[in-house]
């Protein structure tokens, strides 16, 4: 079982670095995101890749950023480690204690203490809903954030580590929050979900499919056609907006991450700057990619906003 453990992490980490060395960039769309950042009060750091192609357009991609939430992708790579390994059951049951709230508008964090609830709605609700109370409650079951980075370093992602409640953290997340990354990197991980080499197939499939349900769809996912799969996670604090994306696009699949950090505009509102830019990048990439498509968001969607 270790050999194959062992053999199935060697072939994650080849392709890994064969990936690396392949990557060309994509001029004409290296210019277009570079141009579209231009004035952006504030840092940016943007990744995007086409899949089929292999080509890449980058703008502070190697640039460590906050993650905000989006740290709960490793947090879930994390749970899904220890499953695999047998330490953690998907379907047991767990009991909620009201030590594990964190405060805010959370479904989980509505539970009395003593309700029972599936660790695999747990981890739905830490995904598709970016629940806080839940997210921290599967970093302790994933050993803490010391286990989630030493995976992410198996990996070979050097910089995304979550940094609250982690030893000898305090230092990085005094500068970047709760976890940290660069556009690559995240970019990367959400790729090794896709093709399967997260942990293992099964698992990475399951990971995918907590992915592609988002109840918040309303910066990058708003950009690209309903009907059209895509797995996502966005990260916000006042200060920086984020999201990774990949997009299972008819004429073939394109990742992408864009991550902003000392805003000027903090102002929780559609508006936002960072907010707009998300948007407006998106929209770029689904037109670069699939520029035969003629879906725009139907009229009147902004009262859904």
Known sequence: MMKKFYAFFLCSLLSFTAFAQTE??????????????????????IYVKSLKTGKIATLNADSIFPTASMIKVPITCGIFDKIEKGELNYNTQLVYKDSLLYAGEDILGSFKSGEKIWLAKVLMLMITTSDNTASLWCQSLAGTGVAINQLMEKYGLQYTRVNSRTPDRQANQRKYGWGQTTPREMATLLTLIREGKMISPAASERIYRNLIRIYFDKEALSEIPPYV????KSGAVNASRSEVVLVNAPHGDYVFCVITN??????????????????????MLWNYFEPKSKWEPAKGMDKYH
Do not use: C, P, T
Not at 25 to 32: E, G, P, S, Y
Not at 229 to 232: E, G, L, M
Not at 266 to 272: A, D, I
């Open 24 to 45: 060309k960039v994509d001029a004409k769309l290296n210019k277009m995101i570079n141009e579209l950042a231009k004035g952006f009060n504030g840092d940016v750091g």
């Open 229 to 232: 799969q895509v797995a996502s």
């Open 262 to 283: 000392n805003q000027k505009d903090v102002q929780w509102r559609y508006e936002n700057e960072g907010e707009v830019l998300i948007r407006s990048l998106s929209k």
